[in-house]
């Protein structure tokens, strides 16, 4: 009989899959699958990132896990924002080592072999707006906000009182050329989704700071 790290090497998507998935590919839901995933975690084959989720060890991978796609997987609803999103946007100079997301579900966080993963729930409708899906290679894709999208998100999560885009050049260390990047277009998108006073009020005074 094949190990299920055999037939996760054939069968798993870019090397992640689900407890589901696994069923399927070994007719059985029960026990004896419970037992092959034990064995394989057991042996670093396979890595436990959350209940019912599991990846290839990267020995076993042509490519590592990338940690956006990986947060999608983790926790859904959900997109990167926050400071990882403006990491990946280029907006700000620190390296982010916990991936952080916006999720419409409770605020929670995850510790796993891959690195550590931060949901914060924002209270917003429409929930994707101001949301791009990027893909970083085919079949390998994640959602991300905007970079005004990830400060308005910012605001909220950390009850900052910023009234205006001073503050994101001195906290965050935002360059203006990036500022200048944003149009009418990037604000227009974001009107009205926020119920939040405090994320209001940070865009109308940032919009009028950029006279847009």
Request: charged letters at 25%; hydrophobic letters at 45%; a positive charge.
């Amino acid at each position: 009989m094949q190990s299920i790290t055999e037939i996760a090497l054939v069968r798993a998507k870019h090397g992640v899959f689900t407890r589901a998935e696994a069923a399927c590919w070994v007719s059985d839901g029960g026990a004896r699958l419970d037992a092959l995933l034990k064995r394989a975690v057991a042996a670093g084959e396979i890595l436990r990132v959350r209940r019912g989720l599991f990846c290839l060890a990267d020995r076993y991978r042509r490519e590592p896990v990338h940690p956006f796609e990986l947060a999608q997987r983790i926790l859904g609803p959900s997109y990167i924002s926050l400071e990882s999103a403006l990491s990946h946007h280029g907006w700000i100079p620190e390296a982010v080592y916990t991936i952080t997301s916006v999720s419409a579900k409770r605020s929670r966080g995850f510790d796993t072999p891959i690195g550590r993963f931060n949901y914060t729930r924002v209270p917003q409708a429409p929930f994707f707006a101001a949301v791009q899906r990027q893909e970083l290679r085919e079949g390998i894709c994640f959602f991300v906000a905007s970079p005004l999208k990830a400060l308005a998100d910012y605001v909220y999560v950390h009850r900052c009182d910023w009234t205006g885009v001073d503050p994101l050049l001195g906290s965050l260390r935002v360059e203006e050329a990036e500022l200048a990047t944003l149009t009418r277009e990037s604000f227009d998108a974001l009107a009205g989704v926020y119920r939040c006073g405090r994320v209001r009020r940070f865009l109308d005074a940032a919009r009028r700071d950029l006279k847009l």
